[in-house]
């Protein structure tokens, strides 16, 4: 699997899901708890990805292989996140709105880098577990709401980061 990317790409791969999980968290108005949770749920959702695609090797090479030890799993994380944050910081991005814009970028690269080096199959996968990451983020809290009380399930911000999301990745959500 690894053989199709470059190291450079398989981080970009690697960072895209907790990128976009992440941005989503952000564009709610969650508050802090709520984020909190948010930021749980992107983790759980992006971890998923081992069990829900077992036959994708992509996923699997680009999640931390916990059998493989955790000391090991827990360092691929850390290069990951720094690859990142190294790379964010390189490009300026200093607000939730660039924080966002640079999400869509990456979505927009790896799709078609998927299309470009990916089967058909293993690529559409990725992008359903890109999307589905997104979507357990924006209906893991309620938006505008005191303490768990009204608000809405998805706000308006949500909705349109979804559109974006599926536009960049050619794909659509399950979410409306």
Do not use: C
Request: hydrophobic share 40%.
């Amino acid at each position: 699997m690894g053989a199709n990317y470059t190291d450079e790409e398989m981080k970009l791969l690697s960072h895209t899901p907790h990128f976009v999980g992440s941005a989503m968290a952000f564009v709610g108005n969650s508050g802090l708890f709520g984020t909190g949770k948010e930021m749980f749920t992107s983790a759980q959702s992006i971890m998923s990805g081992v069990k829900d695609y077992p036959n994708n090797a992509l996923i699997q090479a680009v999640l931390p292989n916990m059998a493989g030890g955790t000391s090991e799993a827990m360092e691929k994380m850390k290069s990951v996140r720094d690859w990142g944050r190294d790379r964010l910081k390189a490009k300026g991005v200093n607000s939730a709105e660039s924080y966002r814009n640079a999400a869509l970028e990456d979505l927009k690269t790896v799709a078609q880098l998927l299309a470009s080096k990916s089967s058909q199959q293993e690529a559409d996968e990725y992008k359903r577990w890109a999307l589905s990451i997104v979507e357990k983020v924006a209906m893991a809290t309620t938006e505008g709401s005191f303490l768990g009380f009204g608000g809405e399930r998805y706000s308006d911000n949500e909705k349109q980061f979804i559109a974006q999301i599926e536009n960049a990745l050619g794909t659509k959500s399950t979410i409306a």
